[in-house]
């Protein structure tokens, strides 16, 4: 099991920047899969970002390339979302989510979630 705890959401004005945190405790030294995902009120949760433990490849959805990095601190067991450049229509709550094999885009294949950290961005 996974306990993940994201931290580091609040109010900025557009073309801010933020940096979320997600603290991985548990079964931590498998090598998982850490994404973020979004939901915006009245819309399905949005893929973001991920990252595999080892090699550290990356995978971005397109509306956040190039303003957004996603890094892994294996020893402190923590992922960090970057968020430069922000815009109001990434407001969102902004989740965590891992899982032991799959590396994709799809909410309903990760195992583990976070309780979400909320983002909000004013123009």
């Known amino acids: 099991q996974l306990q993940l705890v994201e931290s580091g959401g609040r109010s900025v004005q557009t073309g801010g920047s933020l940096r979320l945190s997600c603290a991985a405790s548990g079964r931590t030294s498998s090598d998982y899969v850490v994404a973020w995902f979004r939901q915006a009120p009245g819309k399905e949760r949005e893929f973001v970002v991920a990252i595999r433990r080892s090699g550290g490849t990356t995978l971005y959805a397109d509306s956040v390339k190039d303003r957004f990095t996603i890094s892994r601190d294996s020893a402190k067991n923590t992922a960090l979302l970057q968020m430069n450049s922000l815009k109001p229509d990434d407001t969102a709550v902004y989740y965590c989510?891992?899982?032991?094999?799959?590396?994709?885009?799809?909410?309903?294949?990760?195992?583990?979630w976070g309780q979400g950290t909320q983002v909000t961005v004013s123009s």
């Open positions: 989510a891992a899982d032991d094999r799959y590396f994709g885009v799809l909410a309903r294949a990760y195992h583990y």
